[in-house]
């Protein structure tokens, strides 16, 4: 989805739930309770803080920069890589595999790698690409389960990223219940109210401002983190297509595929909804 569209999207969700309201006549003004958000979203920022490592707060942050900043998985990047295996095909053809070693110890100062600007932002994909490259030129070509060792880098890599949201996802499931402890606590406050000079409209303003603390655990949990823990799952799914259309790559080069095929066999491997131009 583009950055245009989430937005379209989140301002969809917000519209629908305050235009409704103020369609049956509802006074937006009573929605507004910063206490009751102080309650629930600070309970829940905190769940999820005691319930992960620091490295999955850094991947949440990095997945909310790329949800906001738009896809990482792109045309350019997908483009890039096929033409890089095609390049560093080419190189080990002319020049020979013992020649490549300084491309792939330092791939960040490389010229070959210089010309993907996008393969350099993604460290991971850069460093997958170069560190196994570097394997097969210390290693015996097809000595070993090639195949399996990068499936295994794959899952491991995949496997750290859906920590991500399977914690949101929790977040989720734990936000109605904080929405009910704000509630609580309002009815609290509003049974504090109950006396000899009862005041109706005080009263039912509490007990109204306790409602709105349900009504705040439920839409974040359902209409704000599951949509975007769903997205994050798109995303990974996303970044594994990629590193496997690189594994295949990487094997091509193994098994000493030609230059030519291994760029054919990439364009074959790209998603037909980029509808890459690549004469450009």
């Known amino acids: 989805m583009g950055l245009a569209a989430k937005f379209f999207a989140i301002i969809l969700i917000f519209a629908s739930l305050l235009g409704g309201f103020a369609l049956e006549g509802g ?76 491309h792939l110890l330092e791939p960040a100062a490389s010229p ?43 899952d491991n890599y995949m496997d750290a990223l859906q920590e991500v949201p399977r914690a949101t996802g929790k977040v989720s499931d734990w936000l109605p219940g904080f929405g009910i402890v704000a509630a609580v606590l309002g009815v609290i406050l509003a049974m504090g109210l109950l006396g000899g000079d009862m005041d109706v409209a005080a009263i039912g303003q509490a007990i109204g401002a306790a409602l709105v603390g349900t009504l705040t655990g439920v839409f974040f949990a359902f209409a704000i983190v599951a949509p975007f823990s769903h997205a994050v799952e798109v995303m990974i799914r996303q970044e594994r297509a990629l590193f496997e259309m690189v594994k295949v790559l990487l094997e091509a080069f193994e098994h000493g595929v030609s230059p030519n095929l291994i760029r054919e066999t990439g364009k074959q491997l790209v998603p037909p909804e980029l509808e890459i131009d690549w004469e450009k």
């Open 112 to 154: 070959i790698f210089a010309q993907y600007p996008s393969v350099l932002r993604y460290p991971e994909l850069r460093d997958f690409v170069a560190s196994n490259l570097n394997y097969l030129l210390l290693n015996p070509p097809q000595s070993e389960d090639f195949g399996g060792l990068l499936e295994m880098q794959i």
């Open 27 to 102: 006074s937006l003004i009573s929605l507004w309770h910063p206490s009751e958000l102080l309650i629930i979203l600070g309970m829940a920022l905190g769940a999820f803080l005691a319930s992960t490592p620091v490295a999955v707060w850094l991947r949440t942050l990095m997945f909310l920069r790329r949800y906001f900043s738009g896809d990482r998985i792109s045309k350019a990047l997908y483009k890039e890589v096929v033409m890089l295996m095609y390049d560093l095909s080419r190189f080990a053809r002319a020049e020979g595999m013992l020649a490549m070693e300084k």
